[in-house]
């Protein structure tokens, strides 16, 4: 008899946002005149960039012709886009990270996930609540911890709230961890974490002995100055974090699938013999593996986004999601709402009218204002009570959303 993955038993009923899915597809199927606005999952709606997919055609023609044809690639990505990544996201910050420390994959999602095949089952892992769920479920999965709560909250993981009450400001663990997630900027709440925050973290990390994965998917969206975007801005970040980068948001590669990982060399995990181990090597041989690497079309496309025609159409890009996220701040603060976030990030995080529920919000929203965001309780037990709204849709869209939860309040 085939044994199944106990752990999976554990996991609350279904991944967040396949939940929201089926509850708005039970709706539309009973109500089919209702025109749904969706600002729920974080998914882009404006096409690529031009530069993103001529490289991309070009890239296919060159797939057509046998003398530029290629079959498997490098697994951890071609070297003509680990060295643009290098250069311009990490070099140009004045943080030190070498091309051959870029892994290439199809999803800050998956690698995020993905990465703890890397690390054993024994160590204490830390998340802020609430947290992008996915920290929480593949570590249920992996095994390291017990059951959930009533609240979701699962034995053995360590939980930091981040919420209005302390500023959107993780306070450091007050006991030893072994794993941390650290977001920013940060999915769901959409505030950020400061250059003294992030070494607070860091240091605290060094002693410690722990590794931070620090998910930076949304760093494109920061607008104000100072604030870091890679983990490696911080001095010593180098001896304990990992980061994680996705083109998703960035550049419109959610259907097309391209991000990257950073593993630097010197970083070590221990053995059960108490060596220290190089988690590059680590990882390298997990994905070489596992793995067989990102397209060489879609690369060529995410090389474009750093050329000259690419950086300016980046740019216009985020800066018209913001500019939606703009748009829904101001809207649901002058329907009296209390609203954080939506200024270095797309997502708008939002306190729930009359003491609602997450859900009973969710519910409230999608049947009067046939809108759907995303409950904060589904992000974690401190989300209960707040409500997320992606700014990820077209203008019309959006200004069409203020207008009903405006009206929906008043
Ligand atoms: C979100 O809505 O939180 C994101 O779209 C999820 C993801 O990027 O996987």
Partial sequence: MALINDHYSKLKAGYLFPEIGRRVAKFAAENPSAKIIRLGIGDVTEPLPAAVTAAMHAAVDEMGRRETFRGYGPEQGFDFLRNAIAHNDFHSRGAKVAADEIFVSDGSKCDTGNI?????????VAVTDPVYPVY????????????????????GLVYIPVTEANNFTPA???????????????????????????????????????????????????????????????????????????????AGFTGTRCAFTVVPKGLTGK???????????????????????VSYVIQRGAEAIYSEAGKPQVRKL???????????????????????????????????????????????????????GTPGSGFGAAGEGYFRLSAFNSRENIEEAVKRIQSFLS
């Avoid at 220290?276 to 596992?290: F, G, P, S, Y």
Wanted: charged fraction near 20%; glycine fraction near 8%; include cysteine.
């Fill in 116 to 124: 703890l095949d890397i690390f054993g089952a024994g160590n204490t």
């Fill in 172 to 250: 450091l663990p007050t006991q030893h961890v072994d794993l941390i997630y650290l977001c920013y900027p940060n999915n769901p709440t959409g505030t950020v974490a400061t250059k003294e925050t992030l070494q607070k973290w860091v240091d605290y990390a060094r002693q410690e002995d722990a590794i931070i994965f620090f998910d930076a998917a949304y760093e494109a969206y920061i607008t104000e100055t100072g604030i870091p975007h890679s983990i490696y801005e911080i001095d010593g970040a180098r001896e304990c974090a990992i980061e994680f980068r996705s083109f998703s948001k960035t």
């Fill in 271 to 293: 053995s059960a013999t108490g060596d220290r181990v190089e988690l590059h090597a680590l990882w390298n041989r997990r994905h070489t593996t596992k793995f067989n690497g």
């Fill in 136 to 155: 929480v479920d593949t570590n249920v999965m992996a095994g390291r911890t017990g059951t959930a709560d009533e609240g979701g909250r699962y034995a």
């Fill in 318 to 372: 985020i800066d018209f999601y913001l500019e939606n996220a703009r748009v829904l701040c101001d809207g649901l603060r002058a329907a009296g709402l209390t609203v954080y976030g939506g200024v270095n990030a797309p997502y708008v995080w939002l306190k729930t009218p009359r003491d609602l529920t997450s859900w009973a919000f969710f519910d409230e929203l999608l049947s009067k204002a046939n809108l759907v």
